[in-house]
């Protein structure tokens, strides 16, 4: 049983979940639950996100500890977890000063996730580049970069490899950060199966350095360090040339991302003017997605 | 070009904002009467700009299609980021600069 029960604080940001803070016999605690909508129609449900979240704390990610699911709170489904302390905005981390370690840590976590049985979990669907194609379609406007973007990808796909447990949006803003360096990843609603080099340079796209645009790894670092680490633990032998791919990947589907959270206001599902707003802050994605053609030698 | 949200849909979010989320935690009374007052304002930009005729997209929409049909000659990309570079000075001026400094 647990002991005094703190009231529960609800935590601002979140665009599709609550967050609260409680503490139950003194031990920090954060309870996930559904919110309106989903940011997206791939997203895990609560329930396949908490037992990811458990595979990954029992093979040793550094994750905050899974304490239990709650199918109905107060009409919604809802999971525990511990509180982890430490920075998770990501605006601010890029502004720390963070261990130069902190992007080998980051290899060393994704090699973990990486090699999560996927029997365990055999809900997780996998995912392909082809699947971005049909977001677009569904939002029907026209944006003749994105376009550009998907036609450069289909024209230069690497070689595939074999699909893995991903985390699905691992990038600065999805981790808990502090002094010492990595305390915890963070969201993993998006876990699902895909190539491992994919998950690998997400983190890379320019929108998740927060302005810190010259540190190519989520504005904390290089991203020698963290490929030649991730390399090292998995054998992948992941070349650069697959980072630059799939970062430009990472850009066309945050672009889309942009144009699907505009529909949540749009449609009425969300009225809200932050939602509103990256309909048009899409364009900045949009430049980037350009300025990385270019450098591919494309005009 | 018609880019979503459309000038008005973006005058009518920040209407929403405005008399949903701000008025009902105003107490002082100058303050209230002023934002009543920004609201109508805010009105007024709003029915204007829905009075605008809709852009013509027939261009963009064949410039759409004709890359997804893999048809990409070369200056595709130079038309295409000059758009952009085009939307974004309204939307995020700063961005292009910063984005350029970086180069």
């Not at chain 1, 942009?258 to 009225?271: E, I, K, S, V």
Request: aromatic content about 6%; glycine content about 8%.
């Amino acid at each position: 049983m647990l002991g005094p029960v703190s009231e529960p604080v609800l935590l601002p940001g979140g665009a599709s979940k609550e967050a609260w803070a409680v503490d139950a016999d003194g031990e920090p605690l954060l309870v996930r639950r559904a919110g309106g909508g989903v940011i997206h129609r791939h997203t895990l449900s609560l329930r396949h996100e908490f037992e990811v979240l458990r595979a990954a704390h029992e093979a040793g990610v550094k994750v905050p500890r899974p304490v239990a699911y709650i199918e109905d709170l107060d009409g919604r489904e809802a999971f525990v977890m511990e509180r982890l302390e430490g920075e998770t905005i990501g605006r601010r981390i890029v502004r720390m000063a963070v261990p130069e370690r902190l992007p080998v840590q980051m290899a060393e976590e994704l090699a973990k996730i990486h090699a999560l049985p996927p029997e365990r979990l055999p809900f997780l669907e996998e995912a392909t580049v082809d699947r971005l194609v049909d977001e677009l379609d569904e939002i029907g406007e026209l944006h003749p970069a994105i376009e550009l973007g998907l036609w450069w990808l289909r024209e230069h796909r690497p070689l595939p490899r074999e699909p893995v447990v991903v985390h699905g949006d691992f990038r600065i803003g999805n981790l808990v950060v502090d002094e010492n360096g990595l305390v915890g990843v963070l969201d993993w609603e998006f876990a699902h199966l895909d190539d491992p080099a994919r998950d690998l340079s997400f983190g890379l796209v320019r929108a998740w350095r927060f302005g810190v645009d010259r540190l190519r790894l989520g504005g904390i670092g290089d991203v020698e360090p963290y490929l030649d680490r991730y390399n090292e633990l998995t054998g992948f032998e992941v070349r650069p040339e697959e980072l630059d791919y799939w970062e430009l990947a990472g850009n066309v589907a945050w672009a889309i991302g942009c144009l699907t959270q505009a529909r949540r206001h749009l449609t009425g599902q969300d009225r809200s003017v932050e939602l509103a707003i990256l309909g048009r802050l899409g364009a900045e994605v949009e430049f980037e997605i350009c300025h990385l053609l270019e450098g591919q030698g494309v005009t | 070009m018609s880019e979503r949200p459309t000038p008005e849909e973006l005058a009518e979010a920040i209407e929403e904002f405005l008399a949903g989320e701000i008025l009902p935690t105003l107490d002082d009374p100058r303050l209230r009467f002023r934002t009543l007052v920004a609201l109508n304002a805010l009105g007024i930009v709003k029915r204007e700009l829905g009075r605008l005729p809709p852009e013509d997209d027939a261009e963009q929409r064949e410039l759409a299609a004709r890359i997804r049909s893999g048809d990409v000659p070369a200056g595709t990309l130079d038309r295409v980021k000059a758009d952009v570079e085009a939307r974004l000075r309204i939307a995020s001026p700063e961005y292009v600069e910063r984005h350029r400094d970086d180069e």
